[in-house]
């Protein structure tokens, strides 16, 4: 039940999630472990095929391409950034500035839930939450995930090494 809060839209009840999954320190991290995986890199195919579908002649295509780039989220923000580089068409132009002018908001609970588990293993910090960590910072470069996996675990290097532990 508690993993499901991690998701919620309520700051409350998420809150109270995480604290619950961070005071079972010995059996969070394998629970997590079993529910995390690293973020695969996306198929430069594909993201090649949705971005040139933002210049589509059929405007549900168009249309189509653009909402699942906006579902990528940052995954797709470097291919973007280059498209834009190749002097796309205008129409491409006007749908790639708009889905990077995007605040970085994360919209997905899925991502949500994601984010919150890591901040869990971070508050943990244990052998076995940060073996996780480092799974999970193993993914796909532009992932948010696989970013803030490795700002946990530098972070947590800091600590330990600013409390002289190794």
């Known amino acids: 039940m508690i993993r499901f809060l991690l998701a919620s839209r309520d700051a409350r009840k998420a809150h109270a999630a995480v604290w619950g999954l961070v005071c079972q320190p010995n059996t969070t991290p394998d629970l997590l472990r079993a529910r995390l995986s690293a973020e695969p890199a ?26 699942q780039l906006a579902d990528l989220e940052e995954r797709a923000e470097p291919a973007l950034r280059e ?48 073996k996780v960590l480092d799974e999970l910072a193993k993914g796909a470069p532009e992932s948010r995930v696989t970013q803030e996996a490795k700002a946990s675990l530098e972070r947590l290097q800091r600590c330990r090494a600013d409390s002289g532990q190794k």
């Open 42 to 67: 996306l198929p430069a195919e594909r993201l090649g095929k949705l971005i040139a579908n933002l210049d589509s002649s059929r405007f549900q295509e168009r249309e189509d391409a653009a909402r």
């Open 83 to 130: 498209a834009l580089k190749t002097n796309p068409s205008a129409e491409q132009r006007r749908r790639i500035e708009a889905l990077l002018a995007v605040p970085t908001v994360v919209r997905s609970s899925e991502k949500l839930r994601r984010l919150r588990a890591l901040e869990v293993l971070e508050h943990i910090g244990s052998s076995q939450a940060r």
